[in-house]
């Protein structure tokens, strides 16, 4: 561990919490902020301002509005959390020292590609989401000295709603549900991305780094899987094209990442570890 003080941005989110959770396991000291006190609608000097009594060396940016179709309806406010906050955070991170390291995503593609994104492919958003998360990534190119820009995929995780969880959630209850099969990508448990943002920034290869889990499903196959691997009837499931389901915004069809140098496990068995979590919760509640 070549520093310690790390600062997780958006740390109320699905990964913001399993990062906070891993971190401060392998002993490093953590400093969680949420959008109550440290939203990134605020001025770079009032980032700064937040970040400094941190002391980081390292930020990871996690914030986002993450909603695909919110954002293609408001896409002044994506272009102001995703684009602009990640912009100001950026440089407050610079001016005090730190590592910036992006969290992004699969959606800057065009999912035009037959074969794995790989970290160099040209991306060429096609909805106001990807748009806002690629701006993001470019002025943290164009402006930063020392960046991780980190895309993953198609996350579950035990800590907020995901795909995996809502068909987990459907299936239990016996209710219908419809999977585009025409939305190809690979699912990614985020206790395997947590250890691979960790390996990345521990790394010291400054640039554009793909975190995914190993595999490329499309939406309804993830689906038939995950209640296979439940024990959970998949007669509910019901395999559309992405245009059935009358959603504002445009998905790329084909997004699967190859992770160069990283060692990444089958998206399969990060669901395993997910599904034990979410047992032991379901039981609780
Ligand atoms: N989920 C996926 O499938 C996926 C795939 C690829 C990449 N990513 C990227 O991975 C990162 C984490 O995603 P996630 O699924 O963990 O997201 P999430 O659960 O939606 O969490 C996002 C967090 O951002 C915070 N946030 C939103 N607006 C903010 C603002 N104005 N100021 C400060 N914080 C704000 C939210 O705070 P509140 O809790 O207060 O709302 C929330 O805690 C994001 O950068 C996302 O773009 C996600």
New binding site residues.
Partial sequence: MGFKNIVV??A?????QELVTHFRGKGYSVFPT???T????VTEDEMTEKLEPFQPEVVIQ?????NVDACERDPDMAMA?NKD?THKLGLASQKLGAVFAY?????VFDGLKSEPYLPEDRPNPINTYGLS?YYGELLTTEQLEAYYIIR????FGIH?N?FAQWILDQARQGKAVKAAEDWVGTPTWTGNLAVAIENIINSGQFGVHHAADAGAISRYEQAIRICQMAGLSTEGIHRVHSSDLGLPANRPQFTPLACPNLAVPSWETGFQAYFTQYQQQSTVL
């Fill in positions: 941005v958006g109320a989110g699905m990964l913001g949420t959008s109550e440290l939203n990134l609608l996690c914030a986002a509005f993450t959390i906050g969290i992004s995503t699969d959606y998360k993953t995929s198609w996350l907020r995901n």
